[in-house]
């Protein structure tokens, strides 16, 4: 100990004291001591001087070392207290040991104060200790209770037996019932508040409690009003120090409103499926019927198609004598409509084939495909002056076989339409709309007025004529297909004779 | 022309569409030992020499078997499917004519063992040249396997 050890000593005789005094130094112990001999003294420094041991001697001319004893033990009992006296009998050596005093030492063996003091000091600390240990434990079970007794959950305890030994006062809150109500009862009669749909479930619930931990339960009860209510329970056993089970603690929530909530996603999600099962039941029948109308369209529109071409070419051929020039011009016409309109069922089969056609998304380069395209424009062509100019780096996640058909019919359309120009640029970049890429092509060609922006990518919309630039009108609505079959968005800009772009997101 | 030695048996439901294949085919000569046969029912019995052919002999076997796939009756792809699966009539080069584009007509018949598939042209000309060159190609180039 650092600090000095305050001693009161209680002596008539000055020299009684300095002869303990000088024990004490003997002994190197540190301390301060003060002498006092009246018992007004004596309760004066207990206050002021606040020893932390006291010195007696039996007894003095006004007091004795009995009363200050008993003084000390009502006032603060937690100060050792030795008796250090000339002369002390046996009786009265066990009377002031039971009342309280720490030990004794005889004046005229004073070589035993040093080892008593110690004892004495020793003996208080772990006194004091064991007290400031209590109380902390005191503390710590307080704060416990505040918390168990706060929370909005159940607590239960039961012991070996089943007996509730405590519940949370929030079981009137949760369940309406009073804690007296509960408390002391056995879990058997209380299991008549649990909806017998799930008593079994409680019950080996319970039972393995002591086997497996925590244990976790979802149960019905009856509230006090009488409702049903759905309680969520989680079970831990209490051990003792060898492992033997002594009981189990219980957190029990109510769960009635998740259990609503539950049962109301469940329903919307049934619904919600079967919502799915029939509409994609739907669109199966849908796509059945489109595929075999697409089927009938190819086979039967076609069949009749070229029969009048065919007896049109065996009229030319076996009946020319007989045909004038304007008959002859006629015959042709009808050919050349019966062609153009098989063209057309050709290119409507390729559109909803489109549509049809399962897609698989792999890592594609757009800007090596956009390469290659425009080489194999400009082979069509060779005397065009075009240049091209492509970004590198367009890498999405797509179908390779559909967007390479976006790529042809958007750097077709730049081809075509810049053809009237003695020389063009057609570009395929990549710019951001919205943090998210957005890819380009882009052309100086003929353009479009944007008022007809709308019609670009109808079916068999045309803005031109089919003298001046040939074609189906199927290209832009192809390219818009397959970009909404990507969850993309296509969109265009233009203007007359300035030229045309168009992006889209994949 | 004796039923015995036909070089080339084409089935095809509809005269019209038949008129018009053996008109192609006669501008190249290739007509002139021909048998029509209007659905797959039929096709067969000449082939296996059964029901109204069943007089036929069953040696005589046509070098060229042009069929349509939409019929009637039994269809193209089912009248393939007995060709090639019977020892007599397997090795008959079969040629499928069709209207149809559809990816799954094709690659059907491919599965089944055909020789070569038209899809019929709506151009006529186109037509003509397309059954002339399988025909020529069948009938004149050809050896059948001895």
Redesign the interface.
Known sequence: MNEKTKILILEDVPLDAELMEHELYREKLQFESLRVETREDFINELENFKPDLILADHSLPKFDGLSALKIVEKKCPQIPFIFVSGKIGEEFAVEVLREGATDYVLKNNLSKLVPAVERALKEANEQIELKMAEEALRNREEQLRMITDNMLDVVAQIDGDGTLQYVSPSVKTNLGYEPEYILGKSISELLNLINSDDLEKVKSTFRAVDRSSPNKLEFRCQHADGHNMWLESIGNPLLDDEGKIIGAIFAIRDITERKKAEKELKKYHEQLEKMVEARTAELEAINKELESF??SV???L??P???I??????LLEDHEDKLDPQGKDYLNRV?LS??RM?ELI?DM?KLSRLTRSEMHREKVDLSEMADTIAKELQNTQPERQVEFLIEDGAIVNGDARLLRATLENLFNNAWKFTSKHPSARIEFGITEYNGKPVYFVKDDGSGFDMKDVDKLFKPFQRLHTSDEFAGSGIGLATVQRIIHRHGGLVWAEGELEKGATFYFTI | MSLDEVEILLVED?P??AE?TI?ALRKNNLANKLVWVKDGAEALDFLFATGAYSERNMEGLPRLILLDL?MPKVDGLEVLQRIKADERTMKIPVVVL?????DRDIVESYKLGVNSYVS??????E?TEAVSTLGLYWILLNKPPE
């Open positions: 697409s089927f190819s086979h039967d076609r069949a198609l070229r029969r071409d065919g007896f049109s070419q065996a050919r019966a062609q098989a050709d089969l | 509809n019209t569409d018009l008109r939409r069709t209207s149809s584009k559809e019929k042209p709506v151009e006529f000309d037509f």
